[in-house]
C-alpha cells in the first residue's frame, strides 16, 4: 500500500536549518509530486510547496522563498524539505504529501514536530 | 493568490444532524477542489475530490457540491466519529490554498 514516512521530531534554535524527509512505498515515486503542508499549534493547514519526483520541478509560497528547498532522492524515494534561518513561528508540524495541482491525495506522511526554540 | 473563505469556523450538531459547510474561492477554480478531515494529532484525511466524488470508502453520508467559486461540503446524518475539523483545498493553480478550517463539535 502507498506509504509516506517521515523523518522524527526536531528541536532547533532560532536561525538553524532543519531537514525533514519523507520516503515513500508503494508506488512509483517518479510518476507523483510531493506537496509540503504545515500546521502551526492550534492553527490551520498551511501549503508551503511542491517538488515533481520525475524532474525536480518546484513551487514554493511566495512567504517561504528564498528559505525552503524541497529535494528528491530517486535512488531512495526519499522526498526533502530544508527549511533555513528558523523562527519561533516555523514552530509547527510538517506534513508530506503525495500530490499538487492535481489534487493531494491520501496518505499524507505522519507529520514531524519542529519546535524551534531558544 | 487564490483566497479560499471558508464558514463557519466552527459549530455545535447533534448526532443525526446534517451539516453543511461552505467554501468561496476569491475567482473561479473549476471543481479543483477537496475536502479533508482531520481529528487531533492525526494528518488529513481527504474526503472529497474534484468537488464532488466521494474518495474510496469514505462513508456515503458525506457529499460535496459545487463549481466555479462557490463549493459545499455536506454530512447527511452527522455520526460520533465526525466530530473533527474539516478543510477545503483548493489546487487550481498556485499556490495551493486552503480553507480556514470548521471545526465540528459535540452539542
Known amino acids: 500500500q502507498v506509504q509516506l514516512v517521515q523523518s522524527g521530531a526536531e528541536v532547533k534554535k532560532p536561525g538553524a536549518s532543519v531537514k525533514v524527509s519523507c520516503k515513500a512505498s508503494?508506488?512509483?515515486?517518479?510518476?507523483?509530486?510531493i506537496s509540503w503542508v504545515r500546521q502551526a499549534p492550534g492553527q490551520g493547514l498551511e501549503w508551503m510547496g511542491w517538488?515533481?519526483?520525475?524532474?525536480?520541478?518546484?513551487n514554493y509560497a511566495q512567504k517561504l522563498q528564498g528559505r525552503v528547498t524541497m529535494t528528491t532522492d530517486t535512488s531512495t524515494s526519499t522526498a526533502y524539505m530544508e527549511l533555513r534561518s528558523l523562527r519561533s513561528d516555523d514552530t509547527a508540524v510538517y506534513y508530506c504529501?503525495?500530490?499538487?495541482?492535481?489534487?493531494?491525495?491520501?496518505?499524507w506522511g505522519q507529520g514531524t514536530l519542529v519546535t524551534v526554540s531558544s | 493568490d487564490i483566497q479560499m473563505t471558508q464558514s463557519p469556523s466552527s459549530l455545535s450538531a447533534s448526532v443525526g444532524d446534517r451539516v453543511t459547510i461552505t467554501c468561496r474561492a476569491s475567482?473561479?477554480?473549476?471543481?479543483?477542489l477537496g475536502w479533508y478531515q482531520q481529528k487531533p494529532g492525526k494528518a488529513p484525511k481527504r474526503l472529497i475530490y474534484?468537488?464532488?466524488n466521494l474518495q474510496s470508502g469514505v462513508p456515503s453520508r458525506f457529499s460535496g457540491s459545487g463549481s466555479g467559486t462557490e463549493f459545499t461540503l455536506t454530512i447527511s446524518s452527522l455520526q460520533p466519529e465526525d466530530f473533527a475539523t474539516y478543510y477545503c483545498?483548493?489546487?487550481?493553480?498556485?499556490?495551493?490554498?486552503f480553507g480556514g478550517g470548521t471545526k465540528v463539535e459535540i452539542k
Open positions: 508503494g508506488y512509483t515515486f517518479t510518476s507523483y509530486g
Open positions: 483545498l483548493q489546487h487550481n493553480s498556485y499556490p495551493l490554498t
Open positions: 474534484a468537488a464532488s
Open positions: 517538488i515533481s519526483a520525475y524532474n525536480g520541478n518546484t
Open positions: 475567482q473561479g477554480i473549476r471543481n479543483d
Open positions: 504529501a503525495r500530490g499538487g495541482k492535481m489534487g493531494i491525495s491520501d496518505p
